[in-house]
């Protein structure tokens, strides 16, 4: 069956660094754009990296832009996210979404991982 598997998250002091990994199964992972997601407590879910199934375009949300890095490896099914100059207000679950932008247009999600930044 279809699996998303988040992995890497955990508490980092301020300026500090992480590497969120997701870990795919169960479906083509190089037919699908892949994403990481995240959610505070009372806010919405919001889009933090986006990367095109080759890995040769990625686009980011503002308030990471310049501090986080997404990557894939189609051989390993994987995808990553590098987050680097950590803030506190990057406190959240971070999602793992799987998109195919041809028929049939499925979508599957991770169980996320706690991202606490935090002295």
């Known amino acids: 069956q279809v699996q998303l598997v988040e992995s890497g998250g955990g508490l980092v002091q301020p300026g500090g660094s992480l590497r969120l990994s997701c870990a795919a199964s169960?479906?083509?992972?190089?037919?699908?754009?892949m994403s990481w997601y995240r959610q505070a407590p009372g806010k919405e879910r919001e889009l933090v990296a986006r990367?095109?199934?080759?890995?040769?375009?990625?686009n980011y949300g503002d308030s990471v832009k310049g501090r986080f890095t997404i990557s894939r490896d189609n051989a390993k099914n994987t995808m990553y996210l590098q987050m680097d100059s950590l803030k506190p207000e990057d406190t959240a679950v971070y999602y793992c979404n799987a998109m195919r932008t041809s028929l049939p247009l499925n979508t599957y999600w991770g169980q996320g991982t706690q991202v606490t930044v935090s002295s």
């Open positions: 169960g479906f083509t992972f190089s037919s699908y754009v």
């Open positions: 990367i095109t199934t080759s890995g040769a375009m990625t």
